[in-house]
């Protein structure tokens, strides 16, 4: 059974950092590209962020270059995303999606966690 579970979420201040996290199983998460997305509310779901299977490549929003980091630990099978210096429009409910390397159109998603900025 594929099951991806991301966690780390909250309410942090602006100017703050916080580290999400994204475990997988069901699947060899080898085989996968891993990705963070967004949706804030009355928004579109975008893309964050990026890492192909053995980590060697990543790709970032504008918007987030030079703030977030993700990482992978294959031997974990879990997928991280660093957050600084947040920004109260960073305000989303953050998804990951695994995707199939090697065969278009297979794909998985996580149920996502609430990151807020606020006092």
């Known amino acids: 059974q594929v099951r991806i579970v991301e966690s780390g979420g909250g309410l942090v201040q602006p100017g703050g950092s916080l580290r999400l996290s994204c475990a997988a199983s069901g699947f060899t998460f080898t085989s996968y590209h891993m990705s963070w997305y967004r949706q804030a509310p009355g928004k579109e779901r975008e893309l964050v962020a990026s890492i192909t299977t053995t980590g060697g490549n990543t790709n970032y929003a504008d918007s987030v270059k030079g703030r977030f980091t993700i990482s992978r630990d294959n031997a974990k099978n879990t997928v991280y995303l660093q957050m600084n210096s947040l920004k109260p429009e960073d305000t989303a409910v953050y998804y990951c999606?695994?995707?199939?390397?090697?065969?278009?159109?297979?794909?998985?998603w996580g149920q996502g966690t609430q990151v807020t900025l606020g006092t």
């Open positions: 999606k695994a995707t199939r390397a090697t065969a278009s159109g297979v794909y998985y």
